[in-house]
């Protein structure tokens, strides 16, 4: 079964809006927290004055920590979301 509908039961139009409005949905949120990312992540790893054309290797480990971090930290924010939702 596909995700838009194609490969499955599906409405007389051929393609689930419901299902292509939430793929949209999904799409806009992974855009929010990849900008998210990039902007906080090149702040705090990359200085202004771009010496080379490539990460040094400095730069490079910054941005893979702060990148884990960020999801890290993201993961936990959901857990606790999903456990103080559950528990209202």
Known sequence: ???LG????SP?????HERVEMAIN???MVSDVFNRIVSS?????????????DLNKGESVCIDRCVAKF???NKKVGEKMQSAG???
């Open 71 to 73: 999801f890290e930290v």
């Open 6 to 9: 194609r490969g499955g039961p």
């Open 86 to 88: 559950a528990s209202a």
């Open 12 to 16: 007389a139009g051929g393609v689930n």
């Open 41 to 53: 992540c090149h702040t705090k790893c990359i200085s202004p004055r771009y010496a080379e054309g």
């Open 26 to 28: 999904e799409i806009d």
């Open 1 to 3: 079964m596909s995700f």
